[in-house]
């Protein structure tokens, strides 16, 4: 009984191995769609002389390298997918930035240290405003 019980493990483990490797497969051929799309959203942009169609076209750029971030975030790439991925994103962000864009640094370690006060009473308060909180 224990043999057919590891056996049968086994089976389920590869076959959800599989299944996993075939959804990560998909997801990087996602990401690689994505970025070509928004790669021609820019190009259509640049080359338009009419505003209303630069804005929408730059518009749907960046959503689609907003969501190539998102599915990165839980991509697992081969390094031949890297170096194609992150090119390509290099060179959508540069695009959009010429179109206008802003890109915004999240870095919590940097904002953290510009705004929580030394003060040990107080450490780990920030204030919404971006100021440090002064010890009454």
Not at 13 to 36: P, S
Not at 78 to 101: N, R, V
């Amino acid at each position: 009984m224990r043999l057919v019980a590891r056996i049968m493990f086994v089976i389920q483990y590869t076959m959800a191995a599989t299944q996993f490797g075939e959804f990560n497969r998909l997801k990087v051929d996602l990401i690689k769609t994505d970025l070509n799309v928004a790669i021609t959203f820019t190009e259509i942009a640049t080359e338009s002389t009419n505003e209303e169609t630069k804005h929408r076209n730059r518009g749907n750029a960046r959503k689609a390298y907003d969501s190539v971030l998102h599915f990165l975030s839980t991509a697992i790439l081969t390094p031949i997918d890297e170096k194609e991925i992150t090119t390509k994103l290099a060179l959508l962000k540069s695009a959009l930035m010429k179109l206008g864009e802003a890109f915004y640094c999240k870095c919590v370690a940097w904002i953290k240290q510009s705004v929580i006060s030394p003060d040990p009473s107080i450490a780990g308060r920030v204030l919404h405003s971006g100021r440090r909180e002064e010890p009454e």
